[in-house]
């Protein structure tokens, strides 16, 4: 932050006491969208309505991903914090949760909270932390030049996208709906006095709210809305949702939506018999789920866009206030926490080194679990115990290690990737062994088995003596230590569809585990 800016920030305490107006809300910074663009007249509306909310800048919170939109916080006279793509979520839930007498705002693009940020914003509706979301969709990548985004019609012609799009779009507010969040509206950057209306509602619902802001890029998208939200055409093409009033529509107010067992039909008020009362009567509040969905689904040009509060229910706690009640519940049983002493204490998790058979128990259980905790790791001890009590399902649970010392092992002969196949074939007869382990630098850099002999070898005019081991090798194989489990030797094997398996033990000693010496070592243990 510059000097003037810093200064600036610093002296904002100073107007606490005074009422605001929307010139305390803009920072004196160079704002940096295009003319035209529909962001302008967002950040106004924002800028508008704070002061009329009432709260003091200094308890205000902006934080934002990354777009174009996500300028907004530089422009705001707030805290605020640009954060990284598609993780204004985290960091907003972060400040809320901390401080949750602040007013959060999180501003974020069709591409940063649906593309990259999907995930986040899903458990951020879910979650109800009581933060304000305005999604700026603009049905593109603005910042990036204009590649085509998650809410892009079908067939929108882009940079990524030229003969057309063929992503199907997410509709936001069905998305909302859909994890359960639990204020959820529609508003357009070109409707000042609605943006005003919805901004003011979603302030002041308890809980999180979502607001979807239609946004015009005019660079990328320039009049994406326009057949439903243009002058001349939005009374026919848009549907105001208003909380307790039925949902119609047309310049003449004779459209209306009716809702049946055959879903949404449009209707006309006055035509076949269709009266007022067979019209849907908007409740935000109390309507089924699946009939706010529906209207969530209605869309230009079969039917009207709606525009306004989709759903604003209060029937749940919002995730901070649960959480500082858990933390006070631990605090009154436990006392305040140290976190110095939770480090340095000797209450913590072991990191498991060295060999595995020394351990008894799946995990130990330390003088700092509760006794819900220590229920749950000796439940897991018994699981453990009973696979032990099992000599095949505890075979596959030893050690690699533990095997090869319960069975006959053979030495291994080894070759280097130069030496002749002449020579590496008399010394697989000679030494009575299926294969030979190619090493270098200590390294195993291949396997030559009797296989590859068989395959690469046989019926091919291969001079024996003059082509090196490294011609017919399989190379890179797989390693494993000693350390490593049965289980996992025989996973290994089978996915690489190969009979011999080289493991090293912690010094780097090289053995190899074959087919025929697993087999023996698992019949050995269902005998015993
Ligand atoms: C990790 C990462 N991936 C990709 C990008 C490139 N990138 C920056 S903004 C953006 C999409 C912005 O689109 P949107 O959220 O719709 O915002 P707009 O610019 O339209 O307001 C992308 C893909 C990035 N900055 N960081
Ligand atoms: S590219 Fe589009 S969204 Fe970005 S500032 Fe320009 S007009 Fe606005």
Redo the contacts with the bound molecule.
Sequence with gaps: MNLKLDLYYRNMKMTESVKLSKKDFVAPADVR??P????YSILNALQKTLPEIGIQRENIVVVSGIG??SRFPYYMNTYGFHTIHGRAPTVATGVKVTNPDLSVWMITGDGDALSIGGNHFMHLMRRNVDINVLLFN?EIY??TKGQYSPTSEQGTKTKTSPMGSIDHPINPISLALAAEATFVARTSDGNPKHMNQILKAAASHKGCSFVEILQN????NDKTFEDFLGRSVRDDNTLVLEEGKPLIFGKDRDKGVKYSSKGMEMVNIGEDGITLDDIVVHDPRNAPPGLTYAISRLRHPEAPVPMGVFKSVENRSVFEDMLVAQIDEATKAKGEGDLQKLLTGNGSWDVYEGKKSDRSTVTRIHDFASSEEQTIMSELEKGENAIASDPLLGALNNTIETMLAETETFPIATVSSEESLDVAIKLLLEKKIGCLPVIEDGKVLGILSERDITLKVMMKNIDLEFTPVSAIMSKDPTVLNTQNTVSHAISAMSAGSFRHLPVTDEEGNLQIVSVKGLMRYMSQKAKS
């Design positions: 969208w295009c035209g663009c529909g962001d174009c939109s603009n603005g910042l890029c005019v660079i990328f």
